[in-house]
T-cell receptor, first 112, second 114 residues
Framework: KQEVTQIPAALSVPEGENLVLNCSFT??????LQWFRQDPGKGLTSLLL?????REQTSGRLNASLDKSSGRSTLYIAASQPGDSATYLCAVEAGGSEKLVFGKGTKLTVNP | DGGITQSPKYLFRKEGQNVTLSCEQNLNHDAMYWYRQDPGQGLRLIYYSQIVNDFQKGDIAEGYSVSREKKESFPLTVTSAQKNPTAFYLC?????????????FGPGTRLTVL
C-alpha cells in the first residue's frame, strides 16, 4: 500500500530565505506526483505536477524535483515571502489508477 | 470562468439526518472525486467517478453515497450510517482520458454534526 510522508510537519522561516520541503513515498511505481498549496479553510491549489518520466518542474519561484527510484520529491521555494505561508501537500498517483495518495502536509510560516 | 464549485460552504446536520453536498464543474472533465480531510490529516478518497453513470468506492466509502448522472455534477450524500461525519469535504476533477491527470479542487464544504 502506497504511503506518503512529508517532513517536517511544520516549518517557520524568515522572509527572503530559500527553503526545501520534502516528500517521500514507499512505492516507486508512480504515474505522477503533484504538489498543492492549501490556505486555512480553503480548497487545494495545484502548484506543480511532475510526470514519472520527468526529473523536475518549475513555476516562478517554485521548483519541484522527483527521484522515483529513491521515492523522494522536494519542493524548493526561492526568496520566500509572507504570502507563501500555507500548508503544502504532496500527492502521488499510482500507475494508471487516477487516484491520488496524499501526505499530511507541511505547514509553512514565513515571518516578515 | 472555468472551475469547480461546491455548496454550501458550511453545513450543519443533526445526528441521524442525511445531507447532500453539491459539486459542479465546468471544466469538461471526465473524472470527479470526493475527499475527506480531518485536522492534521492528509486527504482520504471517498468515491471517484471516471465517467458519467459510473463510480467506484475509494478508501473510506462506508456511510457515503454518490451519483453521476451528468458530466458536470457529482453530489455526495453523507448518510446517518457515517459514524463520524464532521470534517472538511473536498471535490476535485481531472481529465485523465485526455492525458491530463492534474487534479483541480473546489473550495470545500465544512460539515458539522450537532
Amino acid at each position: 500500500k502506497q504511503e506518503v510522508t512529508q517532513i517536517p510537519a511544520a516549518l517557520s522561516v524568515p522572509e527572503g530565505e530559500n527553503l526545501v520541503l520534502n516528500c517521500s513515498f514507499t512505492d516507486s511505481a508512480i504515474y505522477n506526483l503533484q504538489w498543492f498549496r492549501q490556505d486555512p479553510g480553503k480548497g487545494l491549489t495545484s502548484l506543480l505536477l511532475i510526470q514519472s518520466s520527468q526529473r523536475e518542474q518549475t513555476s516562478g519561484r517554485l521548483n519541484a524535483s522527483l527521484d522515483k527510484s529513491s521515492g523522494r520529491s522536494t519542493l524548493y521555494i526561492a526568496a520566500s515571502q509572507p504570502g507563501d505561508s500555507a500548508t503544502y501537500l504532496c500527492a502521488v498517483e499510482a500507475g494508471g489508477s487516477e487516484k491520488l495518495v496524499f501526505g499530511k502536509g507541511t505547514k509553512l510560516t514565513v515571518n516578515p | 470562468d472555468g472551475g469547480i464549485t461546491q455548496s454550501p460552504k458550511y453545513l450543519f446536520r443533526k445526528e441521524g439526518q442525511n445531507v447532500t453536498l453539491s459539486c459542479e464543474q465546468n471544466l469538461n472533465h471526465d473524472a470527479m472525486y470526493w475527499y475527506r480531510q480531518d485536522p492534521g490529516q492528509g486527504l482520504r478518497l471517498i468515491y471517484y467517478s471516471q465517467i458519467v453513470n459510473d463510480f467506484q468506492k475509494g478508501d473510506i466509502a462506508e456511510g457515503y453515497s454518490v451519483s453521476r448522472e451528468k458530466k458536470e455534477s457529482f453530489p455526495l450524500t453523507v448518510t446517518s450510517a457515517q459514524k463520524n461525519p464532521t470534517a472538511f469535504y473536498l471535490c476535485a476533477s481531472s481529465a485523465p482520458r485526455a492525458g491530463l491527470d492534474e487534479q483541480f479542487f473546489g473550495p470545500g464544504t465544512r460539515l458539522t454534526v450537532l
